[in-house]
Structure formats: structure tokens, C-alpha cells
């Protein structure tokens, strides 16, 4: 009896990830956009009907499946906010490595930026969520460079939110896309974006 109960509760969490491993390999090889859910039905072997018992929307399938990759994102960020370099360091190669690996998975992974893209432009609140996370991260590097004197701010939550508007066009997908296309996205761009910010915290030496 025992079993029979265990295996009851955990078929739904196996059907569910059967479910997100068909999309993602679909949205990855077809993309987002042409990607149905009678697609995504017929090759995990139910009808759409019953996909829609797990998740309400194709959206929100994306939104599960575009958790796992802002995941990588943050787990970017965390890494090298733990490092024991001074906070302008620190910032300077968070900001960087963040849109390196974002202007990467446009020109190698299309399909994967156009989930994001996807997503950001919905507005779902997997993507919110995922950017206060950057925020508070960004946050805390600031309060660090207060502390140490390298950083002159009186409030870093709101020197955070600055730093986020500031550096959106070297982090948001359709914004990189959009510099790519017209040429306007350059190394000397990214670092003198990088050194205005620093100058508004109030960098010093």
C-alpha cells in the first residue's frame, strides 16, 4: 500500500519533467515562437488537454524552463561576489562576465536567448524575481566597497537599482541583440560603461 502511494504522488513530478525536457529539447532545435503545445503533447504520448493539467500556458513552461537558465546567470553573479577582491573589482567583473555570457548564449545558443527574450519581454515574474536577486547581489558588493572606503554612496539600494539601469543595455537580450546588429556593441563600449559606473559610486585611488 505504502508503494502504491509513493509511486501516486511522484508519476505527476515525473510527468511534469518529461513534459519540460520535450519543450525545452523543441524550443531549443525549432524556437519559442514555432513551438505548439500540440507539439509538445504529441511527442510526450498525451493530448493537450492534459498538458495543460501541469502547466496553464506554453508561457508558463517557458517560464520554468528559463528558471534553470537564469540560474547559471546568478550562479555567475554569487560566485564572484564571494571572492575576497576589493567591491570595484568585483563589480567590474561581475558586469563583465554578465555580458559575456549573455552576448554568448545570443550568437551560440539562438534558441536559448529567445526563450529569455521571450520571457523578459512577458514580463513573467520568474525573470523579476531573477533580477532583484541580481539587484540585491549588486547591492551587497556596493555596501562592501562603503565599508572598505572604496565606494562613496549614501544608500546602496538605490546606488544598486542605478547600477542596474545603467548597465541594462549590456545585460538585457534584445537590447545586446540590438548593439550587435548595428555594430554598436564594442569592448571599449562595455568598459567605459564599466568606468562610469564606477565613478558614480565614487570610486576611489
Known amino acids: 500500500m505504502m508503494k502504491q502511494i509513493t509511486r501516486t504522488r511522484t508519476d505527476p513530478e515525473e510527468t511534469r519533467s518529461r513534459i519540460l525536457e520535450v519543450a525545452e529539447n523543441f524550443f531549443r532545435s525549432i524556437g519559442y515562437q514555432k513551438t505548439s503545445v500540440a507539439d509538445i503533447a504529441a511527442e510526450v504520448g498525451m493530448s493537450p488537454a492534459n498538458v495543460y493539467r501541469f502547466f496553464p500556458s506554453k508561457g508558463a513552461i517557458n ?8 540560474e547559471e546567470v546568478a550562479a555567475i553573479a554569487f560566485s564572484i561576489a564571494r571572492t575576497n577582491a576589493p567591491a570595484p573589482e568585483k563589480l567590474s567583473r561581475l558586469l563583465t562576465s554578465i555580458h559575456e555570457h549573455n ?11 529567445e526563450m529569455v527574450a521571450a ?5 513573467w515574474s520568474i ?15 556596493i555596501r562592501e566597497g562603503v565599508e572598505a572606503g572604496d565606494f562613496d554612496v549614501d544608500d546602496p539600494a538605490e546606488a544598486s537599482r542605478s547600477v542596474k539601469r545603467a548597465f541594462m543595455t549590456f545585460m538585457h537580450p534584445q537590447m545586446i541583440e540590438h548593439c550587435i546588429l548595428h555594430g554598436e556593441d564594442t ?3 562595455l568598459r567605459e560603461q564599466i568606468r562610469f ?3 558614480g559610486l565614487g570610486k576611489t585611488g
Request: with cysteine.
Open 63 to 70: 517560464e520554468c524552463i528559463c528558471g534553470r537558465i537564469v
Open 127 to 141: 525573470i523579476k524575481a531573477h533580477i532583484e536577486r541580481m539587484t540585491t547581489i549588486l547591492e551587497g558588493i
Open 103 to 113: 552576448k554568448a548564449t545570443l550568437i551560440k545558443e539562438k534558441r536559448t536567448h
Open 197 to 199: 559606473i564606477l565613478k
Open 119 to 123: 520571457a523578459m519581454q512577458e514580463n
Open 187 to 189: 569592448e571599449e563600449g
